[in-house]
């Protein structure tokens, strides 16, 4: 009950905490009684009998508030159309019976015993026993009461355990050892495992409950049904197909049926919702019980893709970069042209400092451009000695692995670290986060280690280093988007916003979505939906333009070419006077 995640959310974390305290607290006190009358009969003699009762009955108060609260906003605010709704009523009722029969139960015995002083220690079950004593109740009939209402309490606290496997409680079980064996840490969100022994399979990915893990289906059992995922989903609420929610239920419902997972072969879960996912990385940040729809998405994206169920365009991409090394399937020779006014032949390998690493759009898009362009002249400003690859790189594999080419993806990483290995003593620079991400997180896990650091990080660093001065005021206000695979991905939220406010004589301000940082709305170009571009609903950068646009900024500011894209794109549907940038245009401004 310490996660923070459960926590974050105020009225249900409160609700949580309650019936957690009274459940464990209940189950403590059953132990202890159990003990004193079946082995020891003296453990709970004199004074520990008193501390004893009160205890009990505190816990039993606690649990009682806890599991009333829920099941009041269960029933006040839940949708008539939830389908879990019911479910969950009956579950909440059934566990106020056991509360309520056990201390009524305590108050007829109380009372059957005379009200002895000992027993006002029980506070609830003394109360009981007064009231009942007012209504001058016969002493058998005391007894008969005693003996029904034990019968009953006893029935459903057993009743209890027993549709445990079989209702909303077996997270009580599943939920802890999900977060506990969560490969989920402070500095990162858990990247997608890789898949072995590519060459020795012919089918991959999740397409039946076969092909799911105890780790799978651990997850699927973990999940509540509490809508939280659902609530932060750029996809969900922007009206795509896809709840992540349904994901992890469609896991569970399959594996319970032995339905294949996925409408393409008669399954539970359809297509479009997959493909309706920007890899952003919200469900897995706001889920209480540290479930990963994404990691799942993924798997069932990989299952379609090895099929041949993929999206034409989708499809076009990862043709383009299988065959000419980029999604845009652009001549390589042709992507670098303009490096050439910035002279890096001159520079010798002994001397490089940095190979600062393009990116596959760098030649295909003006707007990608500029952010290289602008790094390159900061660089060249702080004295940096660095060099690019030029046509030696390809793609980086983000988009192949979020569309669920795994063994293409495998490939890329392989000839990606054979192309840096001869620059193993130098830091690799990128103004890309996935780029990052990838190279930082996803290549370690098949043992490529890279040095790789965002530009944000680099460019503060020289900053700090005094290499770096800043003259020229900013005089306009400025918003930040955070990227999601710089931000929630890899927990970097400050080198940014430093970067940002780090011109002398500030004359800017620096203002912040309402959500802003690991809570931050994505741009919709994640997770292959530049390819993509889902048609259903509202496209998910206006949306984010337009949150943009009610804090009435001079300048949107970002770190990613992907968000750079998206935003732009929709500062042009919108006819705004908005300027998108990155932070390293920004920067060169001073």
Same mark, same amino acid.
């Given at each position: ?426 830091? !690799?620079? %990128?103004? /890309? #986060?996935? +780029? ?10 098949? =043992?490529?280690? $890279? ?104 300048? !949107?500011? %970002?770190? /990613? #070419?992907? +968000? ?10 919108? =006819?705004?006077? $908005? ?12």
């Amino acid at each position: 009950m310490g996660h923070q995640k459960i926590r974050r959310k105020k009225p249900e974390g409160i609700i949580h905490f309650l019936i957690f305290l009274g459940f464990s607290g209940l189950l403590i006190a059953t132990t202890i009684a159990a003990a004193d009358i079946y082995i020891t009969h003296k453990l709970l003699d004199n004074w520990r009998y008193l501390i004893f009762a009160f205890y009990a009955d505190v816990v039993g108060i606690i649990f009682l508030a806890g599991t009333c609260m829920a099941l009041y906003r269960r029933v006040r605010y839940g949708s008539e159309e939830d389908e879990t709704k019911l479910e969950a009523v009956r579950v909440l009722s059934l566990l106020i019976g056991v509360g309520l029969t056990g201390f009524l139960a305590e108050g007829l015995r109380i009372v059957a015993m005379g009200l002895p002083w000992q027993e006002s220690w029980s506070v609830m079950g003394y109360l009981i026993a007064v009231a009942i004593r007012a209504a001058h109740v016969g002493p058998g009939q005391l007894l008969d009461a005693h003996l029904v209402i034990w019968g009953i309490h006893v029935i459903l606290a057993l009743g209890m355990i027993a549709i445990i496997p079989y209702t909303k409680l077996f997270h009580m079980l599943a939920s802890p050892a999900n977060i506990l064996l969560s490969p989920e840490t402070e500095q990162t969100l858990a990247p997608f495992p890789p898949v072995r022994n590519l060459e020795n399979r012919q089918d991959i990915g999740a397409y039946h409950p076969k092909d799911l893990g105890w780790r799978d289906a651990l997850e699927a059992n973990a999940c509540t049904n509490c809508r939280r995922c659902e609530e932060h989903c750029p996809a969900f609420l922007t009206g795509k197909a896809l709840s992540p929610r349904t994901i992890l239920q469609g896991l569970k419902t399959a594996v319970k049926s032995g339905n294949n997972l996925l409408e393409d072969g008669n399954g539970v879960i359809a297509s479009e919702a997959v493909w309706s996912c920007t890899a952003c990385g919200s469900c897995v940040e706001h889920c209480p019980v540290s479930n990963s729809p994404l990691n799942q998405i993924i798997n069932l994206r990989i299952a379609l893709t090895s099929r041949g169920f993929v999206p034409a365009l989708a499809a076009k991409a990862l043709e383009g970069i299988q065959s000419l090394g980029n999604p845009w399937e652009y001549e390589p020779a042709k992507r670098y042209e303009w490096l050439d006014k910035f002279k890096l032949s001159d520079i010798d390998d002994e001397q490089t400092e940095v190979i600062y690493w393009l990116g596959c759009g760098v030649g295909y898009d003006n707007r990608i451009q500029e952010i290289a362009e602008a790094t390159m002249r900061i660089l060249t400003k702080a004295g940096v000695k660095y060099k690019t690859l030029a046509d030696s790189e390809i793609c980086c594999g983000d988009p192949v692995r979020r569309m669920g080419e795994e063994a293409l993806f495998q490939a890329l990483a392989i000839q990606n670290h054979q192309t840096l290995a001869k620059f193993s003593n130098k830091t !690799i620079l %990128t103004h /890309c #986060p996935h +780029c990052y991400h990838v190279f930082k997180n996803e290549y370690a896990q098949l =043992g490529l280690e $890279i040095n790789v650091v965002h530009h944000s990080q680099f460019l503060m660093k020289l900053i700090e280093d005094k290499r770096l001065t800043l003259k020229e005021p900013w005089e306009q206000s400025v918003i930040y988007h955070d990227p999601c695979y710089l931000g929630r991905h890899n927990k970097e939220f400050s080198n940014p916003r430093q970067l940002i406010e780090s011109a002398p004589n500030l004359k800017l301000t620096l203002m912040e979505f309402e959500e802003n940082r690991d809570q931050a709305f994505c741009c919709g170009g994640g997770g292959g939906q530049l390819w993509l571009e889902s048609e259903m609903g509202e496209r998910i950068n206006y949306r984010r333009f337009a949150q943009a646009e009610e804090k009435q900024p001079d300048v !949107i500011a %970002t770190a /990613c #070419p992907y +968000c750079k894209i998206m935003l732009d794109t929709a500062c042009s549907f919108r =006819g705004s006077k $908005i300027k998108v940038k990155d932070i390293s245009e920004l920067l060169e401004i001073s």
